[in-house]
């Protein structure tokens, strides 16, 4: 019953910046982990980067995959129901659709593991040109 709604996709050069964002309805939002993942031509869908439930007794650590450590940050608006991810120094490697998802009362790192994912968005195109 939840649906997320991706935007801020594009075509951009090797070492700029986008921001995506995903918008979910719903009143429970804060009792999702949120995650972005991605699939590129090809290639299987891979994971991107989590952030936990809101939930008290849910660890509050963010999890990433290696190949975006220090490059991209996942953060949450609970007040607007909105999960981002930021990209800076994007990589032609990273072209792919890009998919947001949420996984009720989850970890980031069981989201890592593509553990009790209950929703995914439509998908956003991000092209890194060189």
């Known amino acids: 019953q939840v649906q997320l709604v991706e935007s801020g996709g594009g075509l951009v050069q090797a070492g700029g910046s986008l921001r995506l964002s995903c918008a979910a309805s719903?009143?429970?939002?804060?009792?999702?982990?949120m995650g972005w993942f991605r699939q590129a031509p090809g290639k299987d869908r891979e994971f991107v980067a989590a952030?936990?439930?809101?939930?008290?007794?849910?660890?509050?650590?963010?999890h990433y995959a290696d190949s975006v450590k220090g490059r991209f940050t996942i953060s949450r608006d609970n007040a607007k129901n909105t999960v981002y991810l930021q990209m800076d120094s994007l990589k032609p490697e990273d072209t792919a659709v890009y998919y947001c998802?949420?996984?009720?009362?989850?970890?980031?790192?069981?989201?890592?593991?593509?553990?009790?994912?209950?929703?995914w968005g439509q998908g956003t195109q991000v092209t890194v040109s060189s």
């Open positions: 719903g009143r429970t939002f804060s009792r999702y982990a």
């Open positions: 998802a949420a996984a009720f009362g989850r970890s980031a790192q069981a989201m890592g593991g593509m553990i009790g994912i209950d929703y």
């Open positions: 952030i936990p439930a809101t939930i008290p007794w849910i660890g509050g650590s963010l």
